[in-house]
């Protein structure tokens, strides 16, 4: 099982490559891959057990989690190295049929209400494990994401663990769900385990996922940043959509291993 301390150095490695994959394939979305990884890539190199299950409900943040299914050894070198291509697997959202996912998400909103049929169905058959979902914070305003919000606190899912990727964006904006509104209405529905953690932080991330101390659903409150690691990318509009340029990539590239 991977160290803690050299996640950071894979996950600087990881950043590298997905900026060199979104300036090849030009697709979008590279400033919220880069805000969650550091979440996704703890989940799956430590956390996750053979009966656990994940649910990528913000699925603009593909690339991150293909990177990591990658890193894992889930997704096989053939079907990587076809991102982007036409007819391939892999596309800007996650498809059902790729290994190691679920379901299909992307449509916002979705990945809540998925995780909390997943985790009464576990109950209802006695079947151990735990199901994780990663939500961004504008998901947030979406009512199925409210309705599921309410009904995992009815149910006490206590094998549920909600992650919450506060980049501070959504879309065009800044998200009107920053993290004391999360925090808030969350905690008004009833979910009693609120943790609000530092999302650069591989030790905190793991404390707060892992973590088998449970009598009810959990979230956790990545605290992040869009383009999280590219100093010069950080907490700018433009990389929620944009794909750096080959100038850029080299320069963002240069940038991370500055350090
Ligand atoms: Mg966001």
Same mark, same amino acid.
Not at 168 to 178: G, I, N, S
């Given at each position: 099982?991977?160290?803690?301390?050299?996640?950071?150095?894979?996950?600087?490695?990881?950043?590298?490559?997905?900026?060199?994959?979104?300036?090849?394939?030009?697709?979008?979305?590279?400033?919220?891959?880069?805000?969650?990884?550091?979440? =996704?890539?703890?989940? &799956?190199?430590?956390?996750?057990?053979?009966? $656990? +299950?994940?649910?990528?409900?913000? %699925?603009? @943040?593909?690339?991150?989690?293909?990177?990591?299914?990658?890193?894992?050894?889930?997704?096989?070198?053939?079907?990587?190295?076809?991102?982007?291509?036409?007819?391939?697997?892999?596309?800007?959202?996650?498809?059902?049929?790729?290994?190691?996912?679920?379901?299909?998400?992307?449509?916002?909103?979705?990945?809540?209400?998925?995780?909390?049929?997943?985790?009464?169905?576990?109950?209802?058959?006695?079947?151990?494990?735990?199901?994780?979902?990663?939500?961004?914070?504008?998901?947030?305003?979406?009512?199925?994401?409210?309705?599921?919000?309410?009904?995992?606190?009815?149910?006490?899912?206590?094998?549920?663990?909600?992650?919450?990727?506060?980049? =501070?964006?959504?879309? &065009?904006?800044?998200?009107?769900?920053?993290? $004391? +509104?999360?925090?808030?209405?969350? %905690?008004? @529905?009833?979910?009693?385990?609120?943790?609000?953690?530092?999302?650069?932080?591989?030790?905190?991330?793991?404390?707060?996922?892992?973590?088998?101390?449970?009598?009810?659903?959990?979230?956790?409150?990545?605290?992040?940043?869009?383009?999280?690691?590219?100093?010069?990318?950080?907490?700018?509009?433009?990389?929620?959509?944009?794909?750096?340029?080959?100038?850029?990539?080299?320069?963002?590239?240069?940038?991370?291993?500055?350090?």
């Amino acid at each position: 099982m991977t160290n803690l301390q050299d996640m950071y150095d894979i996950a600087t490695r990881l950043r590298k490559e997905l900026i060199t994959k979104h300036m090849e394939t030009g697709m979008a979305h590279i400033g919220s891959d880069l805000s969650c990884l550091n979440v =996704l890539l703890t989940l &799956y190199a430590k956390v996750m057990g053979e009966n $656990d +299950k994940f649910i990528l409900s913000k %699925g603009h @943040a593909a690339l991150a989690l293909y990177s990591v299914l990658h890193y894992v050894g889930i997704l096989k070198d053939d079907i990587y190295s076809t991102l982007g291509q036409d007819g391939s697997l892999l596309g800007e959202h996650p498809l059902y049929g790729i290994d190691g996912l679920e379901f299909a998400t992307g449509s916002l909103g979705h990945g809540l209400p998925l995780a909390a049929g997943m985790a009464l169905a576990k109950k209802m058959s006695s079947e151990g494990g735990f199901i994780y979902v990663l939500l961004s914070d504008g998901e947030c305003q979406e009512g199925s994401t409210l309705e599921a919000m309410n009904f995992i606190a009815r149910e006490r899912l206590d094998n549920l663990i909600c992650a919450i990727d506060s980049n =501070l964006w959504q879309a &065009y904006d800044r998200t009107l769900f920053q993290i $004391d +509104k999360v925090r808030g209405v969350f %905690g008004a @529905a009833g979910w009693e385990d609120i943790r609000v953690i530092d999302g650069r932080k591989f030790e905190d991330i793991y404390n707060a996922l892992a973590d088998g101390n449970r009598n009810g659903p959990r979230l956790v409150i990545s605290k992040s940043i869009m383009a999280l690691g590219v100093k010069s990318m950080e907490d700018q509009l433009e990389w929620h959509y944009r794909p750096p340029t080959r100038e850029q990539a080299e320069r963002f590239i240069r940038e991370i291993e500055e350090g």
